[in-house]
């Protein structure tokens, strides 16, 4: 297996983070600098049309895009610990706050940087309006998010689960996309800093 | 059981059509009236705070939303014909595939619809240029599904799965959100009038 890979930029951090709280050694990776443009050349375009990072390479050739694609792909081969939930209605959970945060919080802080930071304004065609839209919406995932913390120490109970890595990677996203943190969301400034002191959160 | 159903809206059509093709009958269904605003009442809000459609709210009370956990809920407890797959690269391709769907083809076309149909106004908050942003995107969405199809009776290989589910309700979604689907994709064209015979399309 090859991991391509593409260094600090939110999503491959996710998968990464996720072999680590799973204790499964990362596959050799294969760095690609986006700032360099290397996802948008015709190489890269075979293994994913998309041109999106990370993509898990399999050893029969299989290329598995999509971040969380590629953690339930770790799941299935390593169930322990169970990152994705043990029984139907555990899983059935998770997959709701994974997906509530991402289509919510982490979806609005990406469109935000993408929309609004000087140093896209080369990759995207830029949508200031659409990034406002989505500045005015931060408060409000946050508050959904502030809420679920505020009677669990995780985002869905007692254990760390794939939404808290999703959630805490979109609150890190929030600096460089220069979204302040408000002072009153004191659920999520405890959960996240117990999160970002945990080894796995170096990956 | 209750589903907490919203009609012809794409997500609680994609929820009815999982559980035709599973073969499981459909729990006790509560009609939410959107255009009547039902989902933005107090007593809804307490079922899913996020006031969107379908919930499957479960005989101990737990409220499930998120059409993709609903489903993979379904999947769980009944676990023929697999529409989420069945060993760790099956499942990992059909997620991969289920998410490019909806977040690329699915996304814009919604996204055009909340941001450009007059009857949407009143509940979204539209930007214009958002929706042209994604209307210009339509295409791109589905050159990468009917490539996917020229190869693939239904969009994971030979067997209809989630994925199919999510990109065919992406291109029903197409007709009121007034994008034309152009003659040159005759894959999706073949493999649409497919999926629209299936008596689980009525659902």
Redesign the interface.
Known sequence: MKLYDGGRAPNPRRVRIFFAEKGVPLPELVPIDIGAREHKTEAFTRIN??QRLPVLV?DDG?A???T???C??VE??HPEPPLFGR???E???I??WN??VEL?LFASVAAVFRHSHPSMAELE?Q?P??AE?NRELIDDHLW?LD?QLASNAFVCGERLTIADITAGIAIDFMKPSRIPLPEQFGNIRRWHGELSSRPSWKA
Do not use: N, S
């Open positions: 049309p998309l399999l299989t598995l895009a999509e969380v694609a590629i339930r792909y299935t081969l029984d139907a209605k899983q059935a959970q997959e709701m997906r509530r919510g065609g949508v309006e659409w839209a959904l809420m």
